[in-house]
């Protein structure tokens, strides 16, 4: 399986302000992707980040709100912008795809809980 | 996004008891649906998951029965224990490894 970090693993920021979050993998997969979680709310895709090409957004999340980056087959970041209260949620990283393994199963990462004041 | 529908929301159940959680989806093209549980504070974890071409996979105290023709199914969690309880979330994507919608999670509580 694969052990994936984030960080931080919380933050309270003030609104108008930017935080990145980092999101390490112990192997190179091919598939990363970030999820936000509202408070006591299910998990909902931002973007899916593949190393070498732009990332893809869902409907409702757009590049200049939710930069990623992905520079290597085992690192990402998310960077939340312009943060306002509404942005108070878990954001959290997966990945999934064949990797050295050969497995293909989707694991994510403990999460990183956002405070917007 | 394609829905994902999860019922109940919430689910109390004894010790030793069978909590069973249901999903149906839309999209006709997905083929991969995983469970997962999250505990407070965690990333969801996956549980098991499960292929159209199978009906029924089991592993350990969980099983997943899964009817393609309703576009179904449902996770069991056999001899049910307090430490299950947890919030469950169904997913479904197009193929394992790809991104995953999600249905809107099952809140379980399982009395001692």
């Known amino acids: 399986s694969a052990v994936i970090s984030q960080k931080p693993s919380r933050d309270i920021c003030q609104r108008g302000t930017s935080l990145t979050i980092q999101c390490q993998v112990d192997?190179?997969?091919?598939?990363m992707f970030w999820y936000r979680q509202q408070p006591g709310q299910s998990l909902t895709l931002i973007a899916t980040a593949n190393q070498g090409s732009e990332a893809t957004y869902e409907s409702g999340f757009v590049i200049d709100k939710f930069p990623i980056s992905r520079p290597n087959l085992t690192f990402s970041t998310l960077t939340v912008s312009n943060m306002s209260p509404e942005d108070s949620s878990i954001y959290l990283c997966?990945?999934?795809?064949?990797?050295?393994?050969?497995?293909?199963?989707?694991?994510f990462g403990p999460g990183t809980r956002l405070t917007v004041l | 996004q394609q829905q994902v529908k999860q019922s109940p929301q919430s689910l109390i159940v004894q010790k030793g008891g069978i909590p069973i959680i249901n999903c149906a989806y839309e999209n006709t093209a997905f083929d991969y649906f995983p469970w997962y549980q999250q505990f407070p504070g965690k990333g969801p974890a996956l549980l098991i998951a499960i292929r159209p071409d199978v009906s029924e996979k089991k592993e350990g105290r969980f099983t997943i029965s899964f009817n393609k023709s309703a576009k179904q199914f449902s996770l069991h969690i056999m001899d049910s224990q307090p430490g299950d309880s947890a919030t469950y979330f169904c997913?479904?994507?197009?193929?394992?490894?790809?991104?995953?919608?999600f249905g809107k999670g099952t809140t379980l509580s399982v009395s001692s």
């Open positions: 997913a479904a994507s197009r193929q394992a490894g790809t991104a995953l919608i």
């Open positions: 192997s190179q997969v091919t598939m």
């Open positions: 997966s990945v999934g795809g064949l990797w050295l393994a050969g497995t293909d199963t989707q694991y």
